[in-house]
C-alpha cells in the first residue's frame, strides 16, 4: 500500500523554523522526483519545491526561494522541507506528493490531512 506521511507541522511565529517530514511507503521512493506543495484556506494547492530522484535538481516556487530547503535522505525514505523566515501567508496546510514518468502518486482534490502550518504571533 502507498503511503505518503507528512508531520512536522506546528504553530509558530513570524520568523520561526519548522522543519516538515514525508515519510513514503510501498513505492520505490529513490525512484520518484518528491514534492512539496501547500493549500491555504480559501485558496487553491500550490506548488512549494521538488527535488529530483538524487537530489541532484531542486526547485523552489519564487515565494519560497531563499527561505526553504528541501532535503531527501533515500536510505530512510523521507523527503524533508526546512522552512526558515516563516511569514504568516506561510500558514497552510502542506502535502507531499511524488512523480515518476509524469504520473502522481496523489491526485485529485483530496490529498489526505498533510500537515498544519500556522505562523502567527
Known amino acids: 500500500q502507498v503511503q505518503l506521511v507528512e508531520s512536522g507541522g506546528d504553530l509558530v511565529q513570524p520568523g520561526g523554523s519548522l522543519r516538515l517530514s514525508c515519510a513514503a511507503s510501498g513505492f520505490t521512493f529513490s525512484s520518484y522526483i518528491m514534492y512539496w506543495y501547500r493549500q491555504a484556506p480559501g485558496k487553491e494547492r500550490e506548488f512549494v519545491a521538488y527535488i529530483t530522484s538524487g537530489g541532484g535538481t531542486i526547485n523552489y516556487a519564487g515565494s519560497v526561494k531563499g527561505r526553504f530547503t528541501i532535503s531527501r535522505d533515500n536510505a530512510k525514505n523521507t523527503v524533508y522541507l526546512q522552512m526558515n523566515s516563516l511569514k504568516p501567508e506561510d500558514t497552510a496546510v502542506y502535502y507531499c506528493?511524488?512523480?515518476?514518468?509524469?504520473?502522481?502518486?496523489?491526485?485529485?482534490?483530496?490529498w489526505g490531512q498533510g500537515t498544519q502550518v500556522t505562523v502567527s504571533s
Open positions: 506528493n511524488g512523480a515518476r514518468f509524469g504520473v502522481f502518486i496523489r491526485s485529485g482534490g483530496s
